[in-house]
Nanobody, 124 residues
Framework: QVRLVESGGGLVQAGGSLRLSCAASGYTFYNYYMGWFRQAPEKEREFVAA????????NYADSVKARFTISRGSARNTVYLQMNSLKPEDTAVYYCARDKTLSGSTTVGSYDSWGQGTQVTVSS
C-alpha cells in the first residue's frame, strides 16, 4: 500500500526558509517521478515541482524557480522541497504525490497517490 507522509511545514516570515519532507513507502521509490503541489484557500491545487526517479531531472513552476529546490534523499525514501525567499503568496497546504505517468507531469490528474498535506504560512 502506497503511503506518503509530509512534514516540515510551519509559520515563517517573508524572506525566510523552510524544508518540507515527504516519506514514501509501499512501492519501489526510485521507479517513479515525485511531485510537490500546493493549494491555497479557495484556489485550485497547483504544481510546484517534480523530480525523476534518479533525481537527475527536475522541473519547477515559474513562480518558484530559483527559490525552491526539489531533491531526493540518498539513503531514505524521502523527497524534499527546500523553500527559500518565501513570500506571503506561497502560503498554502503543500502536498507530495506520486506520478503515475512516469514523466514529471505538472497536472494533478497524472498523480495517483497523495499525502495528507502540510501547512505553510508566510507572514508579511
Amino acid at each position: 500500500q502506497v503511503r506518503l507522509v509530509e512534514s516540515g511545514g510551519g509559520l515563517v516570515q517573508a524572506g525566510g526558509s523552510l524544508r518540507l519532507s515527504c516519506a514514501a513507502s509501499g512501492y519501489t521509490f526510485y521507479n517513479y517521478y515525485m511531485g510537490w503541489f500546493r493549494q491555497a484557500p479557495e484556489k485550485e491545487r497547483e504544481f510546484v515541482a517534480a523530480i525523476s526517479g534518479s533525481g537527475g531531472t527536475t522541473n519547477y513552476a515559474d513562480s518558484v524557480k530559483a527559490r525552491f529546490t526539489i531533491s531526493r534523499g540518498s539513503a531514505r525514501n524521502t523527497v524534499y522541497l527546500q523553500m527559500n525567499s518565501l513570500k506571503p503568496e506561497d502560503t498554502a497546504v503543500y502536498y507530495c504525490a506520486r506520478d503515475k505517468t512516469l514523466s514529471g507531469s505538472t497536472t494533478v490528474g497524472s498523480y495517483d497517490s497523495w499525502g495528507q498535506g502540510t501547512q505553510v504560512t508566510v507572514s508579511s
